[in-house]
């Protein structure tokens, strides 16, 4: 499973990206006005950077507009920029013209498996299910995954499943096990993905016995 950050910050994407844990970046409008950067600027920093995937926004609300911004993103990096269009008639529309022109497209804000089902027949590369705002309203967000791997599987769709709005590690970890292809989720709970309490208290006892032999390890001479 690809494992996407979903921020603006190049610091912390920087620090991601030297573990060589991620594979992609997204964006929205939202997380764009958090990094206070110019959209142009830092997205073709993090094309630079991370050499996969980036999805950057459309804010348009009709599909004319929405295709002349996708046009613009993808002018910021025509090998890793993504058109992310939300799904809605106007979005699936764009999401057909920008996909026939050979534009990868992101359709965001997915929140039932009918509209995952429409944005695959308009080509989507990326489907986006929201897991972490279904939850929030005491729905099932992962029950949204499931559904979809099992009609895109049914019926041979190429549209990868992107699961968005994932809030920590347990989120990963599920859409892992549902065979989610990508997950999106913040930099702290990537990191969280890392911590377990046994490797520290392991990694604490393993050195405090090697300073107890009083032997150096790697000095040469
Ligand atoms: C996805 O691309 C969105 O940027 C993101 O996952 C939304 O997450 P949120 O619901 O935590 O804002």
Not at 27 to 50: F, H, M, Q
Not at 82 to 90: G, I, N, S
Request: proline letters at 4%; aromatic letters at 6%; one cysteine or more.
């Amino acid at each position: 499973m690809d494992i996407f950050a979903d921020t603006a910050d190049i610091e912390e994407i920087k620090k991601l990206n030297d573990l060589g844990i991620i594979d992609g970046v997204t964006t929205n409008p939202t997380l764009i006005a958090k990094s206070g950067r110019d959209l142009r600027e830092v997205l073709g920093e993090i094309c630079d950077v991370v050499r996969g995937p980036v999805s950057g926004e459309t804010v348009s609300t009709d599909a004319e507009g929405m295709i002349r911004e996708g046009r613009w993103l993808r002018e910021i990096d025509d090998t890793y920029m993504v058109v992310k269009v939300p799904l809605t008639a106007e979005g699936i529309k764009a999401c057909y013209q920008l996909s026939q022109e050979g534009h990868p497209v992101n359709v965001t804000l997915c929140f039932s498996a009918n509209q995952a089902l429409l944005a695959a027949k308009a080509g989507a590369t990326f489907i986006s299910p929201f897991v972490g705002r279904l939850d929030d309203l005491s729905l099932e967000g992962m029950q949204l995954i499931e559904d979809i791997r099992i009609i895109y599987e049914n019926y041979e769709f190429d549209t990868r499943i992107l699961t968005a709005s994932a809030r920590g590690p347990k989120h990963i970890l599920d859409a892992a096990k549902i065979g989610s292809d990508v997950v999106t989720a913040p930099p702290k709970a990537i990191w969280q993905m890392l911590q377990h309490p046994l490797t520290d208290k392991g990694l604490k006892a393993f050195l405090d016995d090697w300073e107890k032999t009083g032997q150096t390890l790697g000095q040469v001479g």
